[in-house]
């Protein structure tokens, strides 16, 4: 059964830090493509950031220099290290495993200004 688990999600105020877990079981976690989304009120799940088996990282531009994915195999866990917080990263933050097509049920995320 696959099971992705997401935490690390809070209030914090613009400039704050802050740093989510994806926790996977279920899955051959070293071959899998693990992707972190959000989505605001209001707005369409947006794709922020991929990390691939191979250690290749992507993110979408808003968050280019502000947030780092990173993978631990033997934890089977994506992290998101996320810096210098906006108001504008006010979101749900989802992972998702590509492979399998599998979500997580989600981290809020608040952003103070």
């Known amino acids: 059964q696959v099971r992705l688990v997401e935490s690390g999600g809070g209030l914090v105020q613009a400039g704050g830090s802050l740093r989510l877990s994806c926790a996977a079981s279920?899955?051959?976690?070293?071959?899998?493509?693990v992707e972190w989304y959000r989505q605001a009120p209001g707005r369409q799940r947006e794709l922020v950031a991929v990390?691939?088996?191979?250690?290749?990282?992507n993110y979408v531009d808003s968050v280019k220099g502000r947030f780092t994915i990173s993978r631990d195999n033997a934890k089977s866990t994506v992290y998101l290290q996320m810096n210098s917080l906006k108001p504008e990263d006010t979101a749900v933050y989802y992972c998702?495993?590509?492979?399998?097509?599998?979500w997580g049920q989600g981290t809020r995320v608040t952003v103070s200004s």
């Open positions: 998702r495993s590509w492979n399998q097509g599998f």
């Open positions: 279920g899955i051959v976690f070293r071959v899998t493509r």
């Open positions: 990390s691939s088996p191979d250690g290749g990282t």
